[in-house]
């Protein structure tokens, strides 16, 4: 009984997921920033009132959630299990292929955000060289979760990334999530958002104003490579 209430939640989820507006504005919301049911409406190509049914039904699924401020309610998605979900749809929506050629916008494929984190190749090569380093380590029998190691968390504390905090927080706290433009991961969770916070606010990232796109500046570039080794091509 419990597999069978489980795979009807999953259809669900799915069917929910899989209607063509419904998938924009969530893709939409991928980016992390809020957004109006007028907003999503464009974005869907929707009239209001349709929109307004397809959010209540993403709100049903616990897919996306709603703050009202003032006379606005503005609509995000419910949390990072949700967009890593999305971000593995995306991936497994490529289909198969004998030589993998990312079809990405270059300036996505390079640097983006996946909900609050790093994503693109930028975020997958800083995974590549914190494992490297040995700063992480797999959680036995999570799968694909992601503890720090003692020299990793003294590494991280020392750049200014508050690890006791992002531990606290209620969700996963490092993880490997799989980058749909890559098609191998990069770093997720609590830790992977305080990560690119402490890049934004270091400056070495700089948001795309209402776009996922990320640009590595000069001063970027100059210190993922100091510090972690990072190479930028």
Known sequence: MIVRGRRRGVSSIAAAIGEPARARMLYCLLDGRARTATELAVVADVSPSTASVHLQRLRSERLVAVVAQGKHRYYSLAGPTVAAALEALSVVAGGERTA???TAPDHLRRARTCYDHMAGAVGVAIHDRFAALEWLALVPGSGDGYDLTPAGAARLTALGVDVAAARALRRRFAFACLDWSE??????????????????????????????????????RRELHGRFGVELG
Request: no cysteine; hydrophobic share 45%.
């Open 183 to 220: 098609r191998r991961p990069h770093l997720g969770g609590s830790l992977g958002a305080a990560i690119l916070a402490l890049a934004l606010r270091k400056r070495w990232l700089r948001q795309e104003l209402d776009s996922r796109a990320l640009t590595v500046t000069a001063t970027g």
């Open 100 to 102: 993998f050629k990312p």
